[in-house]
């Protein structure tokens, strides 16, 4: 079964940093474009970052450019999210997804496989 495996949530200050990885089950992340989307209580999924196959291209939702920072290991067929300066509005499930296009794209419908999530609260 082809599935992603989120880690690294968990209970920070605002201000604060998180890194979120991302590893996938049963497949490698090569040449696959990766993307983490977030959805908060009550709200819609929405896309946060994105990652090219070759790690070069990049996206950030203006909201979090600036303060997250996404990036690839491809020895270790792991994709990080970086978060700084966190704030209550972060708050949510953080998912990340791998498309078997190698471009980055922050668009939902292109992400074939998602993990289960992995929760962030932001909150003094």
């Known amino acids: 079964q082809l599935q992603l495996v989120e880690s690294g949530g968990g209970l920070v200050q605002p201000a604060g940093s998180l890194t979120l990885s991302c590893v996938p089950s049963?497949?490698?992340?090569?040449?696959?474009?990766v993307g983490w989307f977030r959805q908060a209580p009550g709200k819609e999924r929405e896309a946060v970052s994105c990652?090219?196959?070759?790690?070069?291209?990049?996206n950030y939702a203006p909201s979090v450019m600036g303060r997250f920072t996404i990036s690839r290991d491809s020895a270790k067929n792991t994709v990080y999210l970086k978060m700084n300066d966190l704030k209550p509005e972060d708050t949510a499930v953080y998912y990340c997804?791998?498309?078997?296009?190698?471009?980055?794209?922050?668009?939902?419908?292109?992400?074939?496989?998602w993990g289960q999530g992995t929760q962030v609260t932001v909150s003094s």
């Open positions: 997804a791998a498309t078997t296009s190698a471009i980055a794209t922050l668009k939902q419908t292109w992400y074939e496989y």
């Open positions: 049963g497949f490698t992340l090569e040449g696959h474009a």
């Open positions: 990652i090219g196959s070759s790690g070069k291209v990049t």
